[in-house]
């Protein structure tokens, strides 16, 4: 199973950033896929998770209301669209991707090397 995370970089606060996850090896649409990321001193957080079908959803109190995750089953990609970003979502953004029965905030089989988010103020 291979995860490339791509669409990082570098963005002024209140600015949008896409970020993609293309997966490859899995059956993607029976995978669930998540986003977590890890800043500089700071352990991984969850930021948002998508079912297989991508009927449902789930968010950090963080991620609600600025990002939003979703998927091209076509496409075997996943997506984090990321509004109105401050200097705290500064991070390496990871995409997971799971089998087992839906739990969002759980741990996942499968990672992706990550992607450098850097918010400016």
């Known amino acids: 199973v291979q995860l490339q995370a791509s669409g990082g970089g570098l ?9 993609s996850c293309l997966a490859s090896g ?3 649409s029976h995978s669930a896929m998540a986003w977590f990321r890890q800043a500089p001193g700071k352990e991984r ?8 079908s991508g009927f449902s959803t789930e968010y950090a109190n963080s991620a609600t209301g600025r990002f939003t995750i979703s998927r091209d089953n076509a496409k075997n990609t ?3 669209q990321m509004n109105t970003l401050k200097p705290e979502d500064t991070a390496v ?9 839906w739990n969002p ?8 090397r990550g992607t450098q988010v850097t918010v400016s103020s």
Do not use: K, M, N, P
Not at 93 to 101: E, F, L, M, P, S
Not at 105 to 112: D, E
């Open 45 to 52: 957080e969850f930021v948002a998770a998508i079912t297989g």
């Open 11 to 19: 963005v002024q606060a209140g600015g949008s950033l896409r970020l």
């Open 78 to 80: 996943v997506y984090l």
């Open 26 to 28: 899995l059956t993607f």
């Open 105 to 112: 905030r759980g741990s996942y089989a499968y990672w992706g």
């Open 93 to 101: 953004y990871y995409c997971a991707a799971d089998r087992a029965t």
